[in-house]
């Protein structure tokens, strides 16, 4: 196949010194391998008669050369940390990657026909179940994020050989986050990253908005820093040209625009409307025999499957990590839990060389500027890119390289809430840190306050959500973290609260506290930073009248201390008031409530943000919502004569 098919070789302005010859190539066993993927992947969704095969059929070519050309791996270690990476972000084509693998050699092509059954791992869209799948995709727009991380990871941290490739369809280029993802890429010069669009003119239901604009599409791509190479994506020699330039370019990534078309090779199907995710049903077998006439090699293929890796990917430990100090405070002094962070970074850092910092441009707030002064060079600067922010950072952490903890207000995960979700499925571990929590932090208003952020973390399967209240707590917190696998998130808050623990006390995940009890408890209150402070001045009121209370700090919020619960709400004659600084759904009370649903004899009195705040001073906020200590006094009162 020539270079120069629809007017779209690489572009004429670069210099032919650049590439390679198809001499070094063997081109008709390339094309041949493409025809055998689109076989494969026809076959596999004839199997489970679901799926993309008309997806799968625009990067055919893409996926031969990537795996029997360009890309270096190993079959008996597929996430060796020396290989290069690939992210199919059009986690629809799924059926294609694994016929790649199957191709390669990985399994037998056999097991491509157990595609999409409850009891196999070849799903509907790539997951880390799969030994060769390093993050879910499917929920489009966000592989290129992921691929950012694990090219600064390879770029910045390992400085090792090791490339990363993402392949994204333009359907999903209209996501914002794509646009997001390429702007940092260009920003951070990563010239071991490679964007492959695969432009097929077609969407899901209607054509895309660009169609084959290939002129529009370079622009953007050029603007965002990029080396921008159209070609023809069904051109083995053009596509082994632009990955061979790729490697060659300095200092700033490259976008592979592939022209391609969906359903291609597939008569009466090629670019057609209307044939997305439907497998080819009555008019399989016919494109099946199309298909196989234009193969010249049926037999194995003569190509080895990978080149050899370059060994220079450093070993990493990221076990065990400790804060190189114990937390030294006294007891009383006033801390903001979020200053408590940026101490807590600073010293896991100090003490683990592969402990990094990722920030929105929130650092002066969230405190992850701590991370500047012991090594800026693990500092990552996200900018105000909150998805993209969660992708790099679910990036870098890919494959065990690196321990990231993601910082920004609270309020603003929420705009990161599908990758968290993807991060989920994509059994990642990464550590969230959100300030700014609740109506505490006063006069911002409603905008920067989170008062959903325990909800959200909590609705995700592999989470811990830590929600520390003292300074104290809080660098235990980060540094239980660094250890649990999962996604974590640590809640700290703007205004400063008093340490209430010894710098030797020990926390446990799942396990409270009680900060203050006696004998003669007749109600048990939890809360939870400037909610706890709030307790333990109702409670000294409250003792001053005759009645004595309870105050409890859960410190993990998921998983909750039941028992822990349940046993001081018994002495306490089965009462208990929640108290906390967020919307009463899905917080602190809902798992309390959720705790002791089976319990007979106890009753909770639940104390939350129940409208949209508004501007004002912290207390006067706590106690026009109804969470400060006033309000807990009433609370009690009523609660004790229930």
Not at 36 to 46: P, Y
Not at 68 to 86: E, Q
């Amino acid at each position: 196949m020539g270079c120069t098919l629809s007017g779209l070789a690489l572009d004429s302005r670069r210099s032919s010194s650049t590439v390679t010859t198809m001499s070094e190539v063997k081109s008709q066993d390339l094309e041949d391998i493409a025809n055998k993927l689109r076989v494969l992947s026809i076959k596999a969704t004839q199997a489970s008669n679901s799926g993309h095969p008309t997806s799968c059929a625009s990067m055919a070519e893409i996926m031969s050369v990537l795996f029997f050309h360009t890309m270096r791996y190993k079959l008996s270690a597929p996430k060796d940390a020396s290989s290069d990476r690939f992210i199919l972000s059009k986690g629809h084509a799924a059926p294609i990657l694994y016929a790649a693998w199957a191709e390669a050699g990985l399994f037998p092509r056999e097991d491509l026909m157990n595609l999409r059954k409850i009891d196999n791992d070849l799903e509907g869209h790539p997951t880390p179940r799969l030994n060769f799948v390093d993050v879910a995709t499917g929920s489009l727009g966000q592989g290129l994020s992921v691929a950012c991380g694990m090219a600064y990871a390879g770029k910045y941290f390992d400085k090792a050989s090791y490339r990363t490739y993402c392949l994204i369809g333009d359907g999903e280029s209209a996501e914002g986050s794509i646009w997001e993802a390429l702007s940092f890429a260009g920003i951070k010069k990563l010239d071991n990253l490679v964007a492959i669009f695969d432009i097929n003119r077609l969407g899901q239901s209607e054509p895309t908005a660009f169609q084959h604009e290939m002129d529009v599409y370079r622009a953007r791509l050029e603007s965002f820093g990029f080396n921008a190479l159209v070609v023809d994506g069904h051109d083995v020699e053009a596509l082994c040209k632009a990955f061979h330039e790729a490697s060659q370019t300095k200092d700033k990534p490259t976008a592979v625009l592939a022209k391609t078309y969906k359903g291609r090779g597939f008569p009466s199907i090629e670019d057609e409307e209307n044939w997305h995710g439907k497998p080819l049903g009555s008019k399989a077998e016919q494109v099946i025999a199309h298909i196989e006439g234009q193969i010249k090699n049926a037999g194995p293929n003569n190509l080895v499957p990978q080149k050899p890796l370059h060994e220079d990917a450093p070993e990493v430990d990221i076990s065990n990590i400790k804060l190189a100090s114990p937390p030294d405070y006294k007891k009383g002094d006033k801390v903001a839990t979020r200053q408590a962070y940026g101490t807590a970074l600073s010293k896991l850092a100090e003490n683990n060389p592969r402990v990094v910092a990722l920030d929105g441009d929130t650092k002066n707030s969230t405190f992850s500027n701590a991370m500047l002064k012991t090594d800026p060079e693990r500092y990552i600067e996200c900018f105000i890119a909150e998805q993209n922010l969660v992708g790099v950072g679910i990036g870098v952490a890919c494959r065990d390289r690196t321990v990231a903890f993601v910082s920004t207000f609270a309020a603003f995960f929420t705009r990161a809430f599908d990758q968290l979700r993807m991060g989920a499925i994509s059994q990642t571990n990464l550590n969230c840190v959100g300030s700014h929590a609740g109506i505490s932090i006063g006069e911002d208003g409603p905008s920067q306050m989170a008062l959903e952020d325990l909800a959200m973390f909590r609705s995700i399967p592999t989470a811990t959500v830590f929600y520390p209240s003292d300074a104290v707590s809080t660098e235990r917190a980060c540094e239980l973290a660094a250890n649990t696998p999962g996604i974590c998130f640590i809640r700290t808050s703007r205004p400063g609260t008093s340490v209430v623990y010894e710098n030797n006390h020990k926390f446990e995940i799942g396990k409270a506290s009680v900060i203050k009890s006696s004998s003669k408890d007749e109600v048990l209150v939890i809360g939870a930073a400037i909610t706890l402070r709030e307790a333990l001045t109702a409670a000294e009121k409250l003792s001053g009248e005759g009645t004595n209370v309870r105050v409890m700090d859960l410190f993990t919020i998921k998983p909750i201390d039941k028992d822990s619960i349940i046993k001081n709400a018994q002495e306490c004659g089965g009462r208990i008031i929640v108290v906390e600084d967020h919307y009463p759904e899905g917080g602190i009370g809902e798992a309390v409530m959720s705790a002791v649903a089976m319990e007979r004899n106890i009753i909770v009195r639940h104390l939350a943000v129940r409208r949209v705040p508004r501007s004002g001073k912290c207390d006067e906020l706590l106690d026009m919502y109804g969470i400060s200590a006033s309000a807990i006094v009433k609370a009690a009162k009523e609660i004790k004569n229930v």
